[in-house]
């Protein structure tokens, strides 16, 4: 290939259009990939273009379960309640939609914007019943590229996911689709950026961020993992996997599972992790 960069460039892509019409086309995600990375080492596309690239081409291969807040992990308005706990609920998470249940997760009665929540200081008496978006339900199995097109056709920002008998799995937003293509999104109403890094979602469920030190996280749950290799539980679990894991994928240890619910490009950002229930002891025959 020749050493003037804008020949090689021309030359590269050339070469690249023609095994699209020809024969030798790639066949699948991985030679067209390996293809795009032979650019990347020659320079021809940059660190941020060629992480963008293997973003989109891993959209293409999730599913909308993959990239899903779990059901767990779920914050939701319950209209049971008392209005200032939603108002509380809705400051800790940090959120700008939220679906609104009447007891049981269920139960959606539709989603709320934060800030139409804000007319509760002016008038106590504000019905938010009366202010609801409609609900928008996909399956697990809805490929996340569909499910980004849909987003954008239907300037819808927000879906519930639900399993094969109806029920709510989880949740899943454009920024969730988005964020495995061009990295972190902050969402327009985040306010906490020093959250912290372990937060319990109730029953034996914790949302931990990957960059979460070994050391701090054995003395919240009281684990004894080695951060001799390593510094971060991101880390950790990556080791385990001998890969960068994808969302969706899961790994057992030391009485807990980590499941990551949150990965960019290279890098684990999300983890929740599930105490495991222990198993019944063995009765002696």
Known sequence: MSDNPEESKKNFF??????????????????LLDDLHQAHDKKILTDDAMLM???????????AEDLMIPRAQMTV????EDSQSWIKDVVKAGHS???????????????????????????????????????????????????????????NHMALVVDEFGSIS???TIEDVLEEIVGEIDDEY????????????GGNHWRVK??????????????????????????LISD???HVPHAGEFVDLDGYRFKVTKAVARQVQMLNVEKLAEPAPVEPN
């Open 53 to 63: 690239i293997e973003g989109v081409i891993r959209v293409h291969e999730l599913r």
């Open 190 to 201: 985040d306010t906490d950026k020093s959250a912290s890094d372990i937060v319990s979602v």
């Open 210 to 235: 990957a960059a979460t030190r070994i050391d701090d996280f054995n003395r919240v749950f009281g684990t004894h993992f080695s951060d001799d290799k390593y510094d971060s539980v991101g880390g």
């Open 14 to 31: 050339e070469k690249l259009s023609e095994k699209f019409f020809h024969e030798d086309a790639p066949e699948n995600t991985q030679e």
């Open 240 to 242: 385990e996997l001998e």
């Open 170 to 172: 989880g949740l899943i």
């Open 97 to 155: 939609r939220f679906p609104v249940v009447d007891g049981d997760k269920d139960n959606v009665l539709g989603i709320l914007l934060a800030k139409d929540l804000l007319r509760l200081f002016v008038n106590p008496q504000y019905q938010i019943r009366e202010h609801l978006r409609q609900p928008v339900y996909v399956p697990e199995s809805k490929p996340a590229d569909v499910l980004l097109k849909e987003f954008r056709l239907k300037r």
């Open 77 to 80: 308005i319950n209209i049971s």
